[in-house]
């Protein structure tokens, strides 16, 4: 019978060679450690108080986002002045009030209303005198089927519903929006405003509205162009806790952004609420400021102003993100501001870096 032949083992590799491959190994990881680690040490977010008078805006084109707010009141806007208010409601939005019977018996009104453009299923208009008070109150409710999901989300979006009309859109995740608007006259007044609802097919007239916006649904508001005074519109937030008597949100964070196509929310610039000054965002492999994970209602938002953009003023203590920079805690770099230190460092990482390329070397001599 033919024997096979017998393929000769390779030879094994000399200990120097093998030893050259370990400490080439070994210096291409310390070389990645210690680059991660400068990184991480002069990226690692540090919590600081909001600067005095901060405000978080989004202009046109950009969304602010309020994250971790409980259910309950939102906002109050009370416009004083003469003029024309605009509330639209997007396709989803279910008319509470005036129910259905009560809506067939009010009185029709002009057929030339319509409805905006798009995917919008509800429209009031306000032709208020100047003597007659416009309110919309805005409360945050809970979603019918929970989630498990902490904390609702608004967004705000600047624009002009209508045509030279200063207005914001709003919408909610993780929770439904009640919207009620109404007009009160003025008794001693014989001039009176009126107040339109339309809905597809039917346009009456009543004095009170409300809408419910399920998750996700937007609603509009646009103020008449003269309402910039003082007191011509008073915006009011959620709580009037403060020893001052301000009105404010109790959030976890605020962030301005855009919207991607498919409807998720890019932040730009976060402050995501901390439990106190100086904590760190350790535990993340890649530090990273976003809008989640943040501490509940450790911001107090305050000065709601919806005129050409959307913004707040934010007070607390949160990591903070700036147009897409992280305020990170800057060890290295300051560090590097001492000279001797400086030059001490960079003295050792000559020393490492040489190092490397000795051993390197000396695998690349030995390997066969």
């Not at 207005?167 to 405003?193: E, H, I, M, Q, Y």
């Not at 760190?280 to 209602?297: M, N, S």
Request: hydrophobic share 45%.
């Amino acid at each position: 019978m033919k024997r096979k032949p017998v393929t000769p083992a390779l030879p094994a590799a000399p200990p120097q060679t093998r030893r050259g491959r370990m400490l080439a190994a070994l210096a291409c990881v310390l070389v990645a450690l210690a680059a991660y680690s400068l990184y991480w040490l002069n990226s690692l977010p540090v919590a600081k108080p909001t600067a005095v008078s901060e405000r978080y805006q989004a202009g046109a084109g950009k969304v602010l986002k309020i994250s971790g707010l409980a259910p309950g009141p939102l906002m109050s806007l009370t416009v004083r002045t003469q003029g024309m208010i605009k509330m639209s409601f997007a396709h989803g939005a279910v008319l509470v009030a005036p129910s259905a019977d009560r809506l067939a018996r009010l009185v029709p009104a002009d057929d030339k209303i319509a409805l905006p453009g798009g995917n919008w299923d509800g429209l009031i208009e306000i032709s208020k005198q100047k003597t007659e008070t416009a309110s919309v109150d805005i409360e945050l409710l809970p979603l019918t089927t929970p989630t498990g999901k902490a904390g609702a989300s608004v967004y705000f979006e600047a624009t002009e519903i209508a045509p030279g009309s200063p207005g914001f859109r709003l919408w909610a995740d993780n929770a439904r929006l009640k919207v009620v608007t109404a007009l009160v006259g003025d008794p001693a007044s014989a001039r009176r405003g009126s107040m339109i609802i339309a809905l597809p097919g039917k346009a009456v007239e009543g004095e009170i509205a409300d809408f419910e916006m399920p998750e996700r649904v937007k609603a509009g508001i646009a103020f008449p162009k003269a309402d910039t005074g003082q007191n011509a519109l008073v915006i009011e937030l959620g709580n009037v806790e403060d020893p001052l008597n301000r009105s404010f949100l109790d959030a976890a964070a605020i962030a301005s952004g855009h919207l991607e196509s498919g409807g998720n929310f890019v932040a730009e610039s976060v402050a995501c609420g901390a439990s106190h000054a100086g904590a760190l965002l350790w535990w993340r492999l890649f530090p990273e400021i976003e809008d989640r994970g943040c501490a509940d209602a450790s911001l107090k938002l305050s000065g709601f102003q919806p005129n050409q953009s959307v913004s707040f003023a934010a007070e607390g203590v949160a990591f903070h993100r700036r147009d897409g920079k992280d305020d990170g805690w800057g060890v290295i770099a300051s560090l590097m501001d001492n000279a001797i230190v400086k030059a001490i460092f960079s003295a050792a990482v000559a020393a490492f870096l040489g190092w490397a390329w000795v051993a390197v070397r000396n695998w690349r001599k030995a390997s066969p």
